[in-house]
T-cell receptor, first 110, second 114 residues
Framework: EDKVVQSPLSLVVHEGDTVTLNCSYE??????LLWYKQEKKAPTFLFML????IEKKSGRLSSILDKKELFSILNITATQTGDSAIYLC??????????FGTGTRLKVLA | EAGVAQSPRYKIIEKRQSVAFWCNPI?????LYWYQQILGQGPKLLIQFQNNGVVDDSQLPKDRFSAERLKGVDSTLKIQPAKLEDSAVYLC????????????FGPGTRLTVT
């Protein structure tokens, strides 16, 4: 059975800290791994990763994929209160099917 | 570019009643998804359309849930009759066809079944 597991489930940090969120997966016909940020309702897209070892970066956020060990990490440096959200990892497998993890709830304290 | 539209935003019904949700995807997106997100969990795929054909509905509780996508554009998801455990946010998403591109999500509909 395809599955995506995220850790930790929740995290509380102070502004300025660096956090690392983890996503591991077991799927057949892997296509890509996606990270989303969910603040209120709709998840918003952050990154899509398809190749191992190539870092995607956007401002203070970066992510990398390891297809051999079947995991990805999302790093956030110099965290701000606006980074408080649920971070979702999804893996695309088979015919454009997306399997989501349960998410990591991040709270950044001022 | 207009985003994915959903309505209503909120709905409260009693158990055993019926409810319908509507979704209008981004123009030109052939693939449309309906997800159920229960509080504290990640989105769970209910059904996936490619144009107006169903690609995957393996996790759709077909005894009470139904969905259609007329003319390959708008889609409706119906629950009849609703149960307490159907309380969740129902998210609609769309993506470009042909590749596993990122999905764009609508604002969701929060359903409360009492």
């Amino acid at each position: 059975e395809d599955k995506v597991v995220q850790s930790p489930l929740s995290l509380v940090v102070h502004e300025g800290d660096t956090v690392t969120l983890n996503c591991s997966y077991e799927v057949t016909n892997f296509r890509s791994l996606l990270w989303y940020k969910q603040e209120k309702k709709a998840p918003t897209f952050l990154f899509m990763l398809t190749s191992s070892g190539i870092e995607k970066k956007s401002g203070r956020l970066s992510s990398i994929l390891d297809k051999k060990e079947l995991f990805s990490i999302l790093n956030i440096t110099a965290t701000q209160t606006g980074d408080s959200a649920i971070y979702l990892c999804a893996v695309s497998a088979g015919t454009y099917k997306y399997i989501f993890g349960t998410g990591t709830r991040l709270k950044v304290l001022a | 570019e207009a985003g994915v539209a959903q309505s209503p935003r909120y709905k409260i019904i009693e158990k055993r009643q019926s409810v319908a949700f509507w979704c209008n995807p981004i123009s030109g997106h052939a693939t449309l998804y309906w997800y159920q997100q229960i509080l504290g969990q990640g989105p769970k795929l209910l059904i996936q359309f490619q144009n107006n054909g169903v690609v995957d509905d393996s996790q759709l509780p077909k005894d009470r849930f139904s969905a259609e996508r007329l003319k390959g554009v708008d889609s409706t998801l119906k629950i009849q009759p609703a149960k307490l455990e159907d309380s969740a946010v129902y998210l609609c998403a769309s993506s470009a066809s042909g590749t596993a591109y990122e999905q764009y999500f609508g604002p969701g509909t929060r359903l409360t079944v009492t």
